[in-house]
């Protein structure tokens, strides 16, 4: 699992609530990713990071925000949940050329 | 969109069977990479092909790529119970990854 967690595991919110999710890595890598995974859509790259406050937007970042403060951490925000951001979230890193990725997040939006 | 499509979308054979899957993408390439999800778990590597690669092979895995028709195919030989889950392709686009749908696998014992 090149290390890589993911919390929480599992969050029921409400609409219009902030939600925060974490990824969290042990070995140093220098990129990572949030990606969200919907049944018919695969997954989809919602933003990414490629060092500390280095960021860019993947093809679903509406409505969701990141920050990567340390090399450990990317967070993933969502500023007001609504009910179409009900999805398994899921954070990786690149090693050499592979992805390695976290158990996911499932976030229901109520 | 630049994810790619991945055809069938789902297959059920019988242990021993060989699997065949196919995946289209819209971009060059840097590379192709096959992943496998089981149920409820993250995305596992499984092989990568390069951009000039035309096939490649890992244990009972066998991949082809067409660059010339943006389309790759895994094959599974000799399909074991355990095989059983979703198979993913993604494209190397520049350190951004673009998903396939996938292909949901059922080896039948």
């Known amino acids: 699992d090149a290390g890589i967690t993911q919390s929480p595991r599992h969050k029921v919110t409400e609409t219009g609530t902030p939600v925060t999710l974490r990824c969290h890595q042990t070995?140093?890598?220098?990129?990572m990713y949030w990606y969200r995974q919907d049944p018919g859509h695969g997954l989809r790259l919602i933003h990414y990071?490629?060092?500390?406050?280095?960021?860019d937007k993947g093809e679903v970042s509406d409505g969701y925000s990141v920050s990567r403060s340390k090399t450990e951490d990317f967070l993933l925000t969502l500023e007001s949940a609504t009910s179409s951001q009900t999805s398994v979230y899921f954070c990786?890193?690149?090693?050499?050329?592979?992805?390695?990725f976290g158990p996911g997040t499932r976030l229901t939006v109520l | 969109s630049q994810q790619g499509e991945e055809d069938p979308q789902a297959l059920s054979i019988q242990e021993g069977e060989n699997a065949t899957m196919n995946c289209s993408y819209k971009?060059?390439?840097?590379?192709l990479q096959w992943y496998r999800q089981n149920s409820g778990r993250g995305l596992v590597h499984l092989i990568l092909?390069?951009?000039?690669?035309r096939e490649k092979h890992s244990g009972r895995l066998r991949v082809t790529l067409d660059t010339s028709k943006k389309s790759s195919s895994l094959l599974i030989t000799a399909s074991r119970a355990a095989d059983t889950a979703s198979y993913f392709c993604?494209?190397?686009?520049?350190?951004?990854?673009?998903f396939g749908t996938g292909t949901s696998l059922t080896v039948i014992p």
């Open positions: 990786a890193i690149i090693a050499g050329e592979v992805q390695y």
């Open positions: 070995e140093n890598h220098r990129y």
């Open positions: 990071s490629y060092g500390v406050k280095d960021t």
């Open positions: 971009t060059s390439i840097n590379n």
């Open positions: 092909i390069r951009s000039n690669e």
């Open positions: 993604a494209t190397d686009v520049g350190n951004q990854f673009y």
